[in-house]
Each structure stands twice: as structure tokens, then as C-alpha cells.
């Protein structure tokens, strides 16, 4: 079936440090590849998206590039801010027809905790 | 456009009670999903309902279940229930027209059963 694995956590950066969180999958087909992030208390905010292989997502500084050789999205962002503190999602919605409708396919998470 | 609203924000139940718990999803959104969040499991797909009607559904006991109206707002009910069903409880809506769309959700439901 369809899995998704981010790197092991927390991750803790100082403001501006650049940040990486590695996500590789397992899928049927061409899955639609997303970031998802949920502040404490809040449900999931969708961050970014891509569709296809190598598309782009990116939004307020994130990006993750769709790598279908690798079977990876990697979200970066340049510069942190302590208002990044977060826990970030990867997950996937794969085209497997009926067995896919309203499905996302999520990794465990990855908390990201931001010092001034 | 308002967003997915879920009712209630918070419950406290006692094992072996039932529970509701209440989506309204993004106005013109036709599809509800529903997913179950816990630090042990992460996030599990429940179901998904899209025009009246269930289209899938992921590996929880028959004793979840969910239904949708016909103005697209969505209930789950879970009866029996179990200490281990504590979780938050966490819609999603979109548009229903095709596998891969983005989908949008609520603030959730937090249940604690005790």
C-alpha cells in the first residue's frame, strides 16, 4: 500500500537557519504529493502541493520539488522564523481510481521548534 | 469563503457511551473525508463521503461510521466507545471531482474517552 516516511524529529534551528525535512514515499501510479502544517491546538493548514514530476510547490518561503526518480519531496525554506514552529506533514493522494477517492496517505510528522 | 467548520470543539465521554460529531465543509465542496489523529498512530483516514454516499473507507471497526446530507454537511458517530478512540478528530472538504484534489480541513473535534 501507500506510505509516506519523513525524518526523524524534532528538529530545533535558530531563527534564520535553513531548514530541510526530508519525505520519501510509496505509491501506485503518479501520486499528487503534498505539505500540510497544524500549529498547536489547530487542525492541518495546507502549505504547499505538486502534481507532477518534477513540479515545484512553494508558499511564504517553503518549497519541495517532486522528485519521481528519488521518490522524494524535501521541504526547504531558506530562513526560519520562530513563527515556523510547527509540526509539518508530508503526505499523498494517489490516483489508484476508486480505493484513492478522499484519501490522504500521511507520515508521522515532523516538530519543528524555532529559537529567537 | 468561510472555512470547514466542525462541531463540537471538544467532548469528554465515558467508555461504552456513543459519540457525534458534526463537518460542514467549504460552500460548493462535495466531498467530506474524515480522519483520526493520535500521538501513537498519526493520522488515519476514516472515510469518505461524496453526494449522500460513502466512496471509501479505511481500516477502523464498524463501529465508526458517518453519513452525509444532501447540503454536503457530514456527521461520524462512533458508538461503543473504547478508551483508545481519545483522539482528535479532524474533517476535511473539496470540491469531489476528481482522486487527486487538495483537500481543506476543519479545526477538528478533540474527544477524550474516560
Known amino acids: 500500500g501507500d506510505s509516506v516516511t519523513q525524518m526523524e524529529g524534532p528538529v530545533t534551528l535558530s531563527e534564520e537557519a535553513f531548514l530541510t525535512i526530508n519525505c520519501t514515499y510509496t505509491a501506485t501510479g503518479y501520486p499528487s504529493l503534498f505539505w500540510y502544517v497544524q500549529y498547536p491546538g489547530e487542525g492541518l493548514q495546507l502549505l504547499l502541493k505538486a502534481t507532477k514530476a518534477d513540479d515545484k510547490g512553494s508558499n511564504k518561503g517553503f518549497e519541495a520539488t517532486y522528485r519521481k526518480e528519488t521518490t522524494s519531496f524535501h521541504l526547504e525554506k531558506g530562513s526560519v522564523q520562530v513563527s515556523d514552529s510547527a509540526v509539518y506533514f508530508c503526505?499523498?493522494?494517489?490516483?489508484?481510481?476508486?480505493?484513492?477517492?478522499?484519501?490522504?496517505?500521511f507520515g508521522q510528522g515532523t516538530i519543528l521548534t524555532v529559537h529567537p | 469563503k468561510a472555512g470547514v467548520t466542525q462541531t463540537p470543539r471538544y467532548l469528554i465521554k465515558t467508555r461504552g457511551q456513543q459519540v457525534t460529531l458534526s463537518c460542514s465543509p467549504i460552500s460548493g465542496h462535495r466531498s467530506v473525508s474524515w480522519y483520526q489523529q493520535t500521538p501513537g498512530q498519526g493520522l488515519q483516514f476514516l472515510f469518505e463521503y461524496f453526494s449522500e454516499t460513502q466512496r471509501n473507507k479505511g481500516n477502523f471497526p464498524g463501529r465508526f461510521s458517518g453519513r452525509q446530507f444532501s447540503n454536503s454537511r457530514s456527521e461520524m458517530n462512533v458508538s461503543t466507545l473504547e478508551l483508545g478512540d481519545s483522539a482528535l478528530y479532524l474533517c476535511?472538504?473539496?470540491?469531489?471531482?476528481?482522486?487527486?484534489?487538495?483537500?481543506?480541513f476543519g479545526p477538528g473535534t478533540r474527544l477524550l474517552v474516560l
Open positions: 476535511a472538504s473539496s470540491l469531489g471531482t476528481s482522486v487527486q484534489e487538495t483537500q481543506y
Open positions: 503526505a499523498l493522494i494517489s490516483n489508484a481510481g476508486g480505493t484513492s477517492y478522499g484519501k490522504l496517505t
